[in-house]
């Protein structure tokens, strides 16, 4: 079953998509800022885990947040393929780390089927969707709820801090 409305019409939508372990994920273009390589993180003392630190871009504070350890993953040491998604997260810019960025893709928003109940790395609350495209399942991630509000204060209040 779609998640979409059958009275909607039959969008084209597009994602950007990434890796992280060995799943694929899937993010609307609309929510991505921009796509860099993996830059030099500045600490912060007391933060949660998965919350890597700050980067200055372009002069502004964005908080660093590694997926993988916010999904419960072992971390990759390895950099080679490593990006940082920059996205806006309820108005707020977070670098999103992932173990690498694949492609831009086009798909009907018909292809869009409801995420069933499993256990996984990401909880279903995380979940918009499931896309199947040939041998591949693409999880489309709603960014708004992976992190809870406590989580999200925390975020942006290492955007005030100074580098």
Known sequence: MAITDKNEKNELLQLITFNIDKEEYGVGVLEIIEVIRLPKIQKLPKSPDFMKGIISLRGEVIPIVDLRMKFGLNPNESDTFKRTIIVSIN?????????????????????????????????????????????????????????????MTHIASAAKSKI
């Not at 492609?103 to 069933?116: F, G």
């Open 91 to 151: 108005n707020k810019k977070v670098g999103l780390i992932v173990d690498k960025v694949s492609k831009v893709i086009r798909v009907p928003s018909t292809e869009i089927k409801e995420a069933p109940n499993f256990s996984s790395y990401v909880s279903n609350e995380y979940i918009k969707g499931i896309i199947m495209m040939q041998e591949r399942m693409i999880i489309l991630l709603d960014l708004k709820f992976i992190f809870s509000d406590e989580e």
